[in-house]
């Protein structure tokens, strides 16, 4: 008994001495809740595609190809990163998904990964096909920067960017999808990219959202990238709700679901309303993060009333 509680004592002093070094490069990935700052970064990324369209007169005329590309912009995993570090913090905002251009493209040529993503439970199988070239479609996405805001030193647009020399690589999970355009790896790259470049310093602490389960290929990937430049990262995923999810919802994982389904309604009114031939053209961007009345939204509404204030939210970018 002696011996044990000596054992005990010595293992709670390591612990309490252990360096903060042994914590870093740790990832801790948890459900969570986030739907205010999510719908804010799919509001910036729906924007761009909201003033990309007015380059692609052909693209409106077809009612069709519209719905397709709402059904698109609903589906596509958002990922919001906060990323502190001894220099100061960014926020990294991304999206799965091809460049704006290799979007519109495939929808209208209607191959597979048209296909709109409605009723998935991870990110992954919000991922694309292999028809488009990934180099190919890295220059498409940089020239798109036009489309949203600039960034500044607290907001970033999480990049397409190559995966050549970076430890941030999609992997092939065996579940038939490419995990190359995962949100998650555009916002790590991203990261990396401007660790690189000295825009912001490693050793940092990472807090972050993501709209979906992270998949194998991309858990994967942000542990090579936290072992590589010392970063803690904790990141909250929101589980999509079934058609069981409780009125009044109690556990975490509830609460996680009951979160994804506001942020579904708040995306679904945001992308009606912005992906509308009627409201294309001379567009301005919304600034990073997103506009504040969307917190308003969700702190005041249930469901119900979330609903019924879809004209209100509507008419936020005149
Ligand atoms: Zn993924």
């Given at each position: 008994?002696?011996?044990?509680l ?11 001495l ?5 914590w870093?490069?740790v990832v801790n ?7 205010a ?17 007015a ?10 190809q ?22 100061g913090?960014?926020?990294?905002h ?27 439970t ?11 070239d ?6 498409a ?19 397409l960017?190559?995966e ?5 690589q999609a992997?092939?999970i065996g ?7 995962d949100a998650?790896i ?24 993501v709209?979906?389960t ?12 936290a ?9 909250y ?5 079934g058609k ?5 919802p109690?556990t ?17 009114i945001?992308?009606?309303?912005r ?20 917190d ?15 004209g209100e ?6």
């Amino acid at each position: 008994m002696k011996h044990a509680l000596t054992i005990f004592r010595v293992s709670l002093l390591t612990v309490v001495l252990l360096p903060h070094a042994l914590w870093a490069g740790v990832v801790n990935i948890e459900p969570g809740a986030a739907s205010a700052k999510l719908a804010k970064t799919a509001q910036v990324h729906t924007t761009a595609f909201q003033i990309a369209l007015a380059d692609h007169p052909e693209f409106l005329k077809s009612g069709k190809q519209m719905r397709k590309l709402r059904a698109k912009l609903r589906g596509q995993t958002i990922a919001r990163v906060e990323y502190m570090h001894p220099g100061g913090t960014r926020v990294y905002h991304g999206r799965s998904g091809h460049s704006i251009r290799s979007t519109l493209a495939s929808l209208k040529s209607g191959n597979r990964s048209s296909r709109p993503s409605e009723g998935t439970t991870t990110s992954g199988s919000d991922s694309e096909t292999s028809l488009v070239d990934l180099s190919d479609d890295v220059a498409a996405d940089a020239a798109e920067q036009v489309y949203y805001p600039e960034n500044t030193r607290e907001d970033a647009r999480a990049r397409l960017l190559p995966e050549e020399e970076s430890v941030v690589q999609a992997r092939d999970i065996g579940d038939g999808h490419v995990h190359a355009w995962d949100a998650e790896i555009k916002v790590f790259r991203t990261i990396e990219n401007d660790i690189r470049t000295g825009v912001v310093l490693p050793g940092g602490k990472i807090t972050g959202y993501v709209s979906k389960t992270i998949c194998a290929s991309c858990r994967a990937a942000i542990e090579e990238f936290a072992g590589e430049f010392d970063v803690t990262v904790d990141l909250y995923e929101m589980i999509e709700a079934g058609k069981d999810l409780p009125r009044t919802p109690t556990t975490v994982i509830e609460k996680s679901q009951a979160s994804s389904r506001h942020l579904a309604k708040a995306r679904k009114i945001d992308v009606d309303h912005r992906i509308d031939p009627q409201r294309i053209g001379n567009r301005r961007h919304v600034s990073w993060p997103g506009e504040a009345r969307i917190d308003a939204f969700f702190l005041e509404e249930s469901a119900q009333r979330a609903t019924e204030d879809a004209g209100e939210l509507a008419a936020c970018d005149r």
